[in-house]
């Protein structure tokens, strides 16, 4: 599976939109973007994933550029419940994830 | 639904204990995952079952961890003899192939977790 690149650690204000990248330079033609978040002592949840195309859900958006080697995540109107460490994965299976270390997204009051 | 049900939430045990972790996945999933989390090697997949028959168990670290599935609604993560770096916490998740037309839109639902102490 290819290799993803996030920065460490974000912060957004409370209401702003919050925008977090993820680099896939390696990604192959057949291997999905998936975004999951984990907030403290919980387990991980799923957020949203694309192949090709920007997606859209209740959680948030997914942009993915056109040649595919990086993607971003958007919560439109961030609430301190989104502080949470955001994964984004790489994968040509949705069952075989593989969790990097993350962003750690922290909405501010 | 109520979501995947992990038990125990907690546990404490002494090195060379038996440990046996419990999970029940979303009803009517025939997929299910047991992962490891630690602060020094993130999350990290140790098996997978589908419809109760064990996949991919290449993330196993060692003979002293079993796992089990006998039937749809219930698994099993066995740590005998525990040893103190098996203190983690223990996800389980669990999806369905049923509802999507491609591997790649399969979601895994995660239990709350195992926090495991082993002394």
């Known amino acids: 599976d290819a290799k993803t690149t996030q920065p460490p650690s974000m912060d957004c204000a409370e209401g702003r939109a919050a925008n977090l990248p993820c680099n896939h330079s390696?990604?192959?033609?057949?291997?999905?973007v998936y975004w999951y978040r984990q907030i403290h002592s919980q387990g991980p949840q799923y957020i949203i994933h694309g192949l090709k195309n920007n997606e859209t859900n209740e959680m948030a958006s997914l942009i993915i550029t056109e040649d595919r080697k990086s993607s971003t995540l958007i919560l439109p109107h961030a609430t301190l419940r989104d502080t949470a460490v955001y994964y984004c994965i790489v994968s040509g299976s949705a069952r075989q994830l593989t969790f990097g270390s993350g962003t750690q997204l922290t909405v501010l009051p | 639904d109520a979501g995947v049900i992990q038990s125990p939430r907690h546990e404490v045990t002494e090195m060379g204990q038996e440990v046996t972790l419990r999970c029940k996945p979303i009803s009517g999933h025939d997929y299910l995952f047991w992962y490891r989390q630690t602060m020094m090697r993130g999350l990290e997949l140790l098996i997978y079952?589908?419809?109760?028959?064990?996949?991919?168990d290449s993330g196993m670290p060692e003979d002293r961890f079993s796992a089990k599935m006998p039937n749809a609604s219930f698994s099993t993560l066995k740590i005998q003899p525990s040893e103190p770096r098996d203190s983690a916490v223990y996800f389980c998740?669990?999806?369905?192939?049923?509802?999507?037309?491609?591997?790649?839109?399969?979601?895994?639902?995660f239990g709350p977790g195992t926090r495991l102490l082993v002394l």
């Open positions: 079952f589908n419809n109760n028959v064990p996949i991919d």
């Open positions: 998740a669990s999806s369905t192939s049923r509802t999507s037309g491609s591997v790649g839109w399969e979601t895994q639902y």
């Open positions: 390696t990604i192959s033609g057949n291997e999905y």
